[in-house]
């Protein structure tokens, strides 16, 4: 849990505004761009741990993670617990309206981008949907921000299952969603049916 932590102490930078700006801190907010940073973020710390042979296209990865979510804009994100097939019908219907509204030369970068995710045929793109699963791990380890496992209903199966899916070729990562997820269980976060 040490590493965990000292993971997370990076994660005050999402609530560091700019300009002035302020945000009620006392219920968890967070946007798909806090999302973003965090997954580029733990992506320096994951990404030699679980590739010593550096055979992953870091740059891919991080293409991979900056277009992963974009389609979200067109109607929100919904947490994957509660994300249903009309959801994701939806957000793939959009994926060609918001990619089409970039710059010319990021429309088609941006969108094969988000299919390679979405397809997770390559290795790269199981890192970062692994990552992806492994980082809210890291923004909800903030005591108000874990109060959302109650608010969303999430149980801890619900929270637990695609974690270790996503993390069974990355043995680093999993043993992060073993050593967090069991101290949340242990203190009782999670909803009860």
Known sequence: MAIAVQLHSAYQFKRTLRYGTTRDFSVQSESDAEHVFGLVYLK???L??????KELDGEK????????????MKYGD??????TKEDEARERAAAPEVFAALPPSMHKLGLDSWKE?????????????????VEPLFELMDPVNEQCHIRLHQTYESHIGKKL?????????????EVISADKKRRDVFWKE
Do not use: G, W
């Not at 919904?78 to 994300?83: A, G, N, T, V």
């Not at 899916?165 to 969603?177: G, H, L, S, W």
């Open 117 to 133: 995710y979405e397809e997770r045929k390559s290795l790269e793109a199981q890192f970062v949907y692994a990552l992806d699963k």
């Open 165 to 177: 899916k996503a993390t069974e070729i990355f043995p680093v990562m999993r043993r992060f969603v």
């Open 44 to 46: 320096e710390y994951f």
């Open 48 to 53: 030699p741990l679980e590739d010593s042979l």
């Open 78 to 83: 919904r947490p994957y617990h509660l994300k």
């Open 61 to 72: 990865i991080a293409r991979l993670i900056l277009f992963h979510d974009f389609p979200e």
